[in-house]
């Protein structure tokens, strides 16, 4: 018997049994995953060997194995290379060769088996190997007792491109940085690293052709040729590809900056601070342009051997172009009709050169035309109707909308968002006892154009049989209604800005209320359009014919939506994957870590995992593992960047009331801080990112777990044990407010937002304790708490106070006598 390896074989009892059909804690989740009863105990030393050619990726692969094994358990346990005949842990591969430079060559499937005996791990690439490696690692856990469960594994990635971008010109990031960001991607089964390294703010590209680019427009922070290979060869033995963006023809303020004469403006042009879309537009109409692209490509396909270049061609403002009487007789000379037009050339001049080169082009929406080759990629940041429309006109296609880490969401919304597109909502034949009724809303923001539309319910006598949303632009969505009646209604539906909960009153022909949007209320207003719309009385005997002409002018009443394709599964087959997205105006070297994980975990399991795997408590079950688990297997920084905040923000003063304070909060989400900064500071790179919101991620998940616990005890609200251990929780954060002093007076800034906190969780107490006597509260008794509801969810600092939520769920637990 070896020594160093325990085998335990005996049956569990039913306890056990019971736990081994639950889900492993694992993410992304395997596509297929077939349990046995027992554990393999490993400790001491774990021989292994590997089939195959041991290339030189291979050494490296099991090197890094090796040292995460050791940072994980320590001294527990340790590798030792022996033959096949001697191993614990048998590792198979085909093909040994790093990971190719073309998508179509990719084979990350893996099988792994865990007996009573053994540890199997075979695939058919390298590729495959070290995802099942990275599964592995996660089965083995961060305990100095290993007990592996006896399992058989059969995995393999749902979308082909999953990818996460990293946007360095906005804000710099060290060479160490993106590596440990390369390391959790790994962990993650990421395979493509998005590298954003031009754009306004910024060129981060130490280039020899047009080395004034580096030298005048990155402020001294750029990444020298040296650095990009290093980096672009770290990626790659961890089984990543390198995708570079240069942005073309807009984002480019830091082009203009050093080469003035290659714009659609003469300038004087001068670094871009500021956050936003800009004017700088390269010039379509002058071949100097062309000759820099080309220069530029070609230096770029030398430290980039991936087989796609990212072009950007988003947001470009035209002004400069509609303006400059030479680009104006050129497009006339072109017979191009407008902008677009003009773009379009430019573009179909750029994937030559690319073709030149022996790279294919991907960009955002906005590159997609009818004259470009169909193997480019659109990358839509305009969500699922961008998808359809690529796919459907034959081109290929991945999503980032519902994946910017950027804004703060809710793992569950990252979750639920597919790349996939929803199918069209098809409304229903209109009964003959049926109305429609429909309004238009407006909800104004602080920054770009209000968001408007409408929504619709179909309604029968009693009940609401249909409910949709039509955003202006946007195709329709079917909504979640959680309650309705005449003088309101309340429903969501997740949407690009993330989920939306519209609350809204009705008062004759018009309505009032909010939209919350994440966890932050937009005012809306609006009036109604359509009004209790029903099919003729005197045709309700009509025949067939009639009654379709009459569903056909019901369908014509209903308000526009924007037409989105029925894709077919051929067509389906075109949406290669997504991406998870960070752009890096309120993040920085100091928040990378928090900004991204583990919410970058929840979107790659989306992007790897079965599409059926919906259930979110799961989910959140294994996320919270596995940020524990990345934090020690691969380094990440996130926990550690909350405190090292806090601790700044607390001066000399104790830790403890701060994070106190912090676990009843939350980032506004989508959009909302940015909106505040270009209102209310200069929305540029002149902004602080030290104070608290910035120390915060964007999901609270104490309190998420608080109010799991909080709903389980509403359903039968007694005085139990539940009942106290909630109870003193509302202390503790009540109590909180006289502990917090000292930093309110270094940051009076906060002490509004303190005092609303007090009185929100002081609020939760008192009706904590009155619901477990009554259920019934007053009319003016909820009136007033739904306004100190109202209060809390507005923002402060760039912060709502959470809390509010356990607040209204025992509010909502409530009748009216």
């Given at each position: 018997?070896?020594?160093?390896?325990?085998?335990?074989?005996?049956?569990?009892?039913?306890?056990?049994?019971?736990?081994?059909?639950?889900?492993?804690?694992?993410?992304?989740?395997?596509?297929?995953?077939?349990?046995?009863?027992?554990?393999?105990?490993?400790?001491?030393?774990?021989?292994?060997?590997?089939?195959?050619?041991?290339?030189?990726?291979?050494?490296?692969?099991?090197?890094?194995?090796?040292?995460?094994?050791?940072?994980?358990?320590?001294?527990?346990?340790?590798?030792?290379?022996?033959?096949?005949?001697?191993?614990?842990?048998?590792?198979?591969?085909?093909?040994?060769?790093?990971?190719?430079?073309?998508?179509?060559?990719?084979?990350?499937?893996?099988?792994?088996?865990?007996?009573?005996?053994?540890?199997?791990?075979?695939?058919?690439?390298?590729?495959?190997?070290?995802?099942?490696?990275?599964?592995?690692?996660?089965?083995?856990?961060?305990?100095?007792?290993?007990?592996?469960?006896?399992?058989?594994?059969?995995?393999?990635?749902?979308?082909?491109?999953?990818?996460?971008?990293?946007?360095?010109?906005?804000?710099?990031?060290?060479?160490?940085?993106?590596?440990?960001?390369?390391?959790?991607?790994?962990?993650?089964?990421?395979?493509?690293?998005?590298?954003?390294?031009?754009?306004?703010?910024?060129?981060?590209?130490?280039?020899?052709?047009?080395?004034?680019?580096?030298?005048?427009?990155?402020?001294?922070?750029?990444?020298?040729?040296?650095?990009?290979?290093?980096?672009?060869?770290?990626?790659?033995?961890?089984?990543?590809?390198?995708?570079?963006?240069?942005?073309?023809?807009?984002?480019?303020?830091?082009?203009?900056?050093?080469?003035?004469?290659?714009?659609?403006?003469?300038?004087?042009?001068?670094?871009?601070?500021?956050?936003?879309?800009?004017?700088?537009?390269?010039?379509?109409?002058?071949?100097?342009?062309?000759?820099?692209?080309?220069?530029?490509?070609?230096?770029?396909?030398?430290?980039?051997?991936?087989?796609?270049?990212?072009?950007?061609?988003?947001?470009?403002?035209?002004?400069?172009?509609?303006?400059?009487?030479?680009?104006?007789?050129?497009?006339?000379?072109?017979?191009?009709?407008?902008?677009?037009?003009?773009?379009?050339?430019?573009?179909?001049?750029?994937?030559?050169?690319?073709?030149?080169?022996?790279?294919?082009?991907?960009?955002?929406?906005?590159?997609?035309?009818?004259?470009?080759?169909?193997?480019?990629?659109?990358?839509?940041?305009?969500?699922?109707?961008?998808?359809?429309?690529?796919?459907?006109?034959?081109?290929?296609?991945?999503?980032?909308?519902?994946?910017?880490?950027?804004?703060?969401?809710?793992?569950?919304?990252?979750?639920?968002?597919?790349?996939?597109?929803?199918?069209?909502?098809?409304?229903?034949?209109?009964?003959?006892?049926?109305?429609?009724?429909?309004?238009?809303?407006?909800?104004?923001?602080?920054?770009?154009?209000?968001?408007?539309?409408?929504?619709?319910?179909?309604?029968?006598?009693?009940?609401?049989?249909?409910?949709?949303?039509?955003?202006?632009?946007?195709?329709?969505?079917?909504?979640?209604l959680k309650n309705y009646s005449q003088e309101n209604a309340r429903f969501s539906v997740d949407t690009w800005m993330g989920p939306v909960e519209f609350r809204v009153k009705f008062s004759a022909n018009t309505i009032s209320g909010d939209a919350v949007v994440g966890n932050t209320p937009y005012v809306i207003s609006g009036e109604k359009i359509i009004n209790n719309f029903s099919l003729p009385k005197a045709e309700k005997t009509a025949k067939n014919s009639s009654q379709k002409s009459l569903q056909v002018?019901?369908?014509?009443?209903?308000?526009?939506?924007?037409?989105?394709?029925?894709?077919?599964?051929?067509?389906?087959?075109?949406?290669?994957?997504?991406?998870?997205?960070?752009?890096?105006?309120?993040?920085?070297?100091?928040?990378?870590?928090?900004?991204?994980?583990?919410?970058?975990?929840?979107?790659?399991?989306?992007?790897?995992?079965?599409?059926?795997?919906?259930?979110?408590?799961?989910?959140?079950?294994?996320?919270?593992?596995?940020?524990?688990?990345?934090?020690?297997?691969?380094?990440?920084?996130?926990?550690?960047?909350?405190?090292?905040?806090?601790?700044?923000?607390?001066?000399?003063?104790?830790?403890?009331?701060?994070?106190?304070?912090?676990?009843?909060?939350?980032?506004?989400?989508?959009?909302?801080?940015?909106?505040?900064?270009?209102?209310?500071?200069?929305?540029?790179?002149?902004?602080?990112?030290?104070?608290?919101?910035?120390?915060?991620?964007?999901?609270?998940?104490?309190?998420?777990?608080?109010?799991?616990?909080?709903?389980?005890?509403?359903?039968?609200?007694?005085?139990?044990?539940?009942?106290?251990?909630?109870?003193?929780?509302?202390?503790?954060?009540?109590?909180?407010?006289?502990?917090?002093?000292?930093?309110?007076?270094?940051?009076?800034?906060?002490?509004?937002?303190?005092?609303?906190?007090?009185?929100?969780?002081?609020?939760?107490?008192?009706?904590?304790?009155?619901?477990?006597?009554?259920?019934?509260?007053?009319?003016?008794?909820?009136?007033?708490?739904?306004?100190?509801?109202?209060?809390?969810?507005?923002?402060?600092?760039?912060?709502?106070?959470?809390?509010?939520?356990?607040?209204?769920?025992?509010?909502?637990?409530?009748?009216?006598?």
């Amino acid at each position: 018997m070896n020594k160093y390896l325990l085998l335990i074989t005996c049956l569990f009892c039913s306890v056990w049994a019971n736990a081994q059909t639950e889900q492993l804690s694992l993410m992304p989740y395997p596509q297929s995953v077939e349990h046995q009863q027992g554990q393999l105990v490993l400790g001491g030393t774990l021989h292994y060997a590997v089939e195959g050619k041991k290339s030189a990726a291979v050494k490296s692969t099991l090197k890094d194995f090796s040292a995460r094994i050791k940072t994980q358990v320590g001294t527990t346990l340790r590798l030792k290379e022996s033959s096949i005949a001697k191993a614990q842990l048998i590792i198979r591969i085909e093909d040994a060769k790093p990971i190719s430079n073309h998508i179509d060559d990719w084979n990350e499937s893996y099988q792994l088996n865990i007996t009573a005996t053994k540890i199997d791990l075979s695939a058919k690439q390298l590729m495959g190997a070290q995802r099942g490696l990275e599964t592995l690692l996660q089965l083995v856990g961060t305990d100095s007792k290993i007990q592996l469960p006896l399992v058989t594994i059969n995995d393999h990635p749902r979308f082909k491109w999953r990818g996460l971008l990293l946007d360095t010109s906005r804000h710099f990031f060290s060479v160490a940085t993106i590596k440990r960001q390369i390391d959790a991607m790994a962990a993650a089964k990421y395979n493509i690293f998005h590298w954003h390294i031009t754009d306004d703010q910024g060129w981060r590209l130490e280039t020899k052709s047009y080395p004034k680019l580096h030298k005048l427009a990155s402020d001294g922070e750029y990444y020298t040729r040296k650095q990009i290979r290093d980096v672009v060869a770290y990626a790659q033995a961890r089984g990543i590809q390198v995708l570079p963006e240069i942005d073309m023809p807009g984002h480019a303020s830091a082009i203009a900056v050093a080469y003035p004469e290659l714009m659609s403006a003469p300038g004087p042009y001068a670094m871009e601070y500021r956050w936003g879309v800009h004017k700088p537009t390269l010039n379509p109409a002058n071949e100097k342009v062309y000759e820099f692209a080309d220069a530029i490509i070609a230096e770029v396909v030398e430290l980039f051997p991936f087989e796609y270049l990212h072009i950007g061609g988003d947001e470009v403002d035209p002004e400069h172009w509609n303006t400059n009487p030479a680009i104006q007789s050129f497009m006339k000379e072109q017979g191009l009709k407008d902008h677009r037009a003009l773009q379009a050339y430019f573009n179909q001049r750029l994937q030559k050169i690319l073709q030149k080169h022996k790279r294919k082009m991907i960009g955002w929406d906005e590159i997609q035309h009818k004259d470009l080759p169909k193997d480019i990629v659109i990358h839509s940041w305009r969500g699922p109707d961008g998808v359809s429309d690529a796919v459907s006109h034959g081109f290929q296609s991945i999503l980032s909308t519902g994946y910017y880490l950027d804004q703060p969401q809710y793992g569950s919304y990252h979750y639920r968002n597919d790349p996939i597109p929803p199918k069209p909502v098809v409304v229903v034949e209109l009964a003959n006892n049926e109305t429609i009724n429909s309004w238009r809303f407006e909800m104004p923001r602080k920054r770009g154009k209000p968001v408007t539309g409408t929504f619709t319910f179909i309604v029968d006598d009693k009940n609401i049989r249909q409910a949709f949303v039509d955003f202006t632009g946007k195709s329709r969505r079917e909504v979640l209604l959680k309650n309705y009646s005449q003088e309101n209604a309340r429903f969501s539906v997740d949407t690009w800005m993330g989920p939306v909960e519209f609350r809204v009153k009705f008062s004759a022909n018009t309505i009032s209320g909010d939209a919350v949007v994440g966890n932050t209320p937009y005012v809306i207003s609006g009036e109604k359009i359509i009004n209790n719309f029903s099919l003729p009385k005197a045709e309700k005997t009509a025949k067939n014919s009639s009654q379709k002409s009459l569903q056909v002018d019901a369908q014509k009443q209903l308000p526009k939506t924007e037409p989105v394709a029925h894709l077919s599964a051929q067509q389906e087959s075109l949406i290669l994957g997504g991406e998870a997205a960070l752009w890096v105006e309120i993040a920085d070297e100091q928040s990378i870590d928090l900004r991204l994980w583990p919410r970058a975990f929840i979107v790659a399991e989306r992007l790897w995992s079965a599409r059926s795997l919906q259930d979110e408590k799961s989910m959140y079950v294994r996320a919270n593992f596995i940020e524990l688990w990345a934090e020690k297997s691969v380094g990440l920084l996130h926990r550690h960047q909350q405190l090292v905040a806090l601790q700044k923000l607390a001066g000399k003063n104790e830790l403890a009331p701060m994070k106190i304070f912090a676990d009843l909060l939350e980032p506004a989400h989508y959009y909302h801080r940015q909106h505040e900064k270009s209102t209310y500071e200069t929305y540029s790179k002149a902004d602080p990112l030290n104070r608290l919101v910035d120390a915060l991620p964007a999901e609270n998940e104490q309190l998420r777990q608080f109010n799991q616990r909080l709903d389980a005890w509403l359903k039968n609200p007694q005085m139990n044990v539940d009942y106290y251990a909630l109870r003193a929780e509302f202390e503790r954060w009540t109590s909180n407010r006289a502990a917090l002093q000292p930093v309110l007076e270094l940051h009076p800034e906060l002490v509004s937002l303190a005092n609303k906190t007090e009185l929100v969780t002081r609020t939760s107490l008192e009706l904590l304790d009155k619901r477990v006597k009554t259920s019934t509260i007053t009319q003016s008794e909820r009136i007033k708490v739904m306004d100190l509801i109202r209060q809390a969810q507005n923002m402060d600092q760039e912060l709502v106070v959470a809390a509010a939520s356990s607040l209204e769920k025992i509010m909502s637990s409530f009748t009216q006598p």
